[in-house]
T-cell receptor
Framework: DGGITQSPKYLFRKEGQNVTLSCEQNLNHDAMYWYRQDPGQGLRLIYYSQIVNDFQKGDIAEGYSVSREKKESFPLTVTSAQKNPTAFYLC??????????????FGPGTRLTVL | AQSVSQHNHHVILSEAASLELGCNYSYGGTVNLFWYVQYPGQHLQLLLKYFSGDPLVKGIKGFEAEFIKSKFSFNLRKPSVQWSDTAEYFCAVNSRFSSNTGKLIFGQGTTLQVKP
């Protein structure tokens, strides 16, 4: 089955600790994205990457970091600098073939709770 | 800055009622428009999308949306909802200028609860 996997599904961390969320896709998509979902605020873009070894900040990048060493993988690190890290995190990917109008496909999400 | 506004935050309907969820965006240029749905415990998935052509687009599960350029709107409709339509619905936009990055701006979401 082709798709996007995110692990773990639930994650608990103590305040002040960095934590890394995994995102893997086997869709052979070029672009990958990280969003944060909070109740009543929709999805907000944290980081995105259109190609291996390159990534760009989204609207709320402060306190987060990413890497894109492989096409299939786009891990997100939530650092201790993120003031309000408790949220639902969604990873997405998108092909850039056949034009720029393709939709994003989403993973199941990771719910991070910082205690 | 671009923004997307969904006016209805929480909608409660009985089965067989008609549905219309509002979505307005603020961007003066050419846009691509999407509606995504998040069923309880499931992935966010695409309902329908508009890029060009007929402004009335049909999606999965009997949903449709109409793009009205003069009103900067892309409202989602379904003539008769079912209990299984209970979910959260998100409108999203990207501009043709930024479409090569695929960046999406999402609305706040609308929670639809359908009573059996």
């Amino acid at each position: 089955d082709g798709g996007i996997t995110q692990s773990p599904k639930y994650l608990f961390r103590k305040e002040g600790q960095n934590v890394t969320l995994s995102c893997e896709q086997n869709l052979n998509h070029d672009a990958m994205y990280w969003y944060r979902q909070d109740p009543g605020q929709g999805l907000r873009l944290i980081y995105y990457s259109q190609i291996v070894n390159d990534f760009q900040k989204g609207d709320i990048a402060e306190g987060y970091s990413v890497s894109r060493e492989k096409k299939e993988s786009f891990p997100l690190t939530v650092t201790s600098a993120q003031k309000n890290p408790t949220a639902f995190y969604l990873c997405a990917s998108r092909t850039e073939r056949a034009g720029p109008y393709n939709e994003q496909f989403f993973g199941p999400g990771t719910r991070l709770t910082v205690l | 800055a671009q923004s997307v506004s969904q006016h209805n935050h929480h909608v409660i309907l009985s089965e067989a009622a008609s549905l219309e969820l509002g979505c307005n965006y603020s961007y003066g240029g050419t846009v691509n428009l999407f509606w995504y749905v998040q069923y309880p415990g499931q992935h966010l998935q695409l309902l329908l999308k508009y890029f060009s052509g007929d402004p009335l687009v049909k999606g999965i599960k009997g949903f449709e949306a109409e793009f009205i350029k003069s009103k900067f709107s892309f409202n989602l409709r379904k003539p008769s909802v079912q209990w299984s339509d209970t979910a959260e619905y998100f409108c999203a936009v990207n501009s043709r200028f930024s479409s090569n990055t695929g960046k999406l701006i999402f609305g706040q979401g609308t929670t639809l609860q359908v009573k059996p």
